[in-house]
């Protein structure tokens, strides 16, 4: 994981012009690996590095969270709120589910006020943190905790 935020941090720093050759080339590699694969290779499971087994469909939407949440930076003008609407409560909610699959994860609920999104994760009782959906997505973002300016409540029931 070390190894991968350097390279993301490095990115950051590329040209305009780089990153979207980058990005192209990266699309171009992937789709001639996927169109490679045998058929028996469509149904083995491998394990991702945030510990979620998939199978080679699977993927795509894996590509565009990843894509989506280190587009996301308040200072080029593409925030968490600006994530497409049918991406975002699929891309909180698989990022839900890789907190829920981590043995550190404390127990916690989340909830969107504007989407209906609700997803407990941790084991036992813990605060509900809630607040817009794009809040959340930015707040579970380790990376951008603190930087972007969001608003999220959290409280304990007892």
Same mark, same amino acid.
């Given at each position: ?10 990115? *950051?720093?590329?040209?305009? *012009?780089?990153?979207? +050759?980058?990005?192209?080339? &990266? ?5 001639? /690996? ?11 499971? +491998? ?9 080679? &469909? ?48 404390? /127990? ?9 999104? *609700? ?26 905790? &603190? ?12």
């Amino acid at each position: 994981m070390d190894v991968r935020a350097a390279e993301i941090e490095a990115g *950051a720093r590329w040209p305009v *012009a780089d990153l979207v +050759v980058d990005v192209e080339d &990266g699309a171009d590699r992937f789709e001639a /690996a996927v169109r490679s694969l045998p058929p028996v290779a469509w149904h083995a499971e +491998v394990r991702m590095r945030t510990g979620e087994l998939r199978t080679p &469909g699977e993927p795509n939407p894996t590509r565009l969270r990843e894509l989506e949440i280190h587009h996301a930076d308040p200072d080029a003008g593409y925030g968490f709120s600006d994530i497409p609407a049918e991406a975002a409560p699929w891309i909180i909610g698989d990022i839900a589910d890789a907190l829920a699959r981590r043995q550190d994860t404390p /127990a916690l609920r989340l909830e969107a006020t504007d989407s209906g999104f *609700a997803r407990t994760v941790g084991s036992g009782s813990g605060p509900t943190v809630s607040g817009r959906q794009a809040d959340l997505l930015a707040w579970t973002r380790p990376a951008r905790r &603190g930087v972007a300016p969001f608003a999220l409540v959290a409280h304990c029931v007892d």
